[in-house]
């Protein structure tokens, strides 16, 4: 079955301190790899995406994952938090093919930085 | 450049009662998804529409349903509302022959009383 595992509902940091949010998927096939951010009460902002190629990529505000395919695993980094990164963070996983596409998420990280 | 747009923001329906979403999808895009956001949990695909019909349709009753039209807006309808329903719904939309990549509204939260 397809399906993404975020193990840490919560995490809470230090401002300046470095960051890693887990991220495990099960797909059959060859999957695209996405994390997205979620403020309250707000859509989903697209932070990175892995297609191919390289398997670390960079995103934006700073944020990087690396996809391990051994371990079936996509985590996001970031090595000095702001405050304004407290906000609930979702992994994701489609299909290699465009068209016929849904995104599997999981369930989300709620982070949040302590001054 | 405009992104997604949902409307409305907020909506509050009693149980029994039938609503309507709607989402306008990024200029350019023609491929419109449905997501449900229940509190705490990450959204569950609804459906998705091109050209005008569903191609691909996630674990929902049929009482959710969905319309697209020529200009590539949609429309998520939900008949017989139940508690159960009161989410965020999002729409995300994107190019099926281009890069992958989804655009998210900031979503209608719709809370069944």
């Known amino acids: 079955a397809q399906s993404v595992t975020q193990p840490d509902i919560h995490i809470t940091v230090s401002e300046g301190a470095s960051l890693e949010l887990r991220c495990n998927y099960s797909?059959?096939?060859?999957?695209?790899l996405f994390w997205y951010v979620q403020s309250p009460g707000q859509g989903l902002q697209l932070l990175l995406k892995y297609f191919s190629g390289d398997t670390l990529v960079q995103g934006i505000k700073g944020f990087e994952a690396e996809f391990k395919r051994s371990q079936s695993s996509f985590n996001l980094r970031k090595p000095s938090v702001h405050w304004s990164d407290a906000a609930e963070y979702f992994c994701a996983v489609g299909p290699f093919s465009g068209g016929y596409n849904k995104l599997i998420f999981g369930a989300g990280t709620r982070l949040a930085v302590h001054p | 450049d405009a992104g997604v747009t949902q409307s409305p923001t907020h909506l509050i329906k009693t149980r029994g009662q039938q609503v309507t979403l709607r989402c306008s999808p990024k200029?350019?895009?023609?491929?419109v998804s449905w997501y449900q956001q229940a509190l705490g949990q990450g959204p569950q695909f609804i459906f998705q529409?091109?050209?005008?019909?569903?191609?691909q349709r996630g674990n929902f009753p049929d009482r959710f349903s969905g319309h697209q039209f020529p200009n590539y807006s949609s429309e998520l309808n939900v008949n017989a509302l139940l508690l159960g329903d009161s989410a965020l719904y999002l729409c995300a939309s994107t190019i099926t022959t281009g890069s992958y990549g989804y655009t998210f509204g900031s979503g209608t939260r719709l809370t069944v009383v």
């Open positions: 200029s350019g895009h023609d491929t």
């Open positions: 797909y059959g096939a060859t999957p695209y």
């Open positions: 529409y091109y050209e005008e019909e569903e191609r």
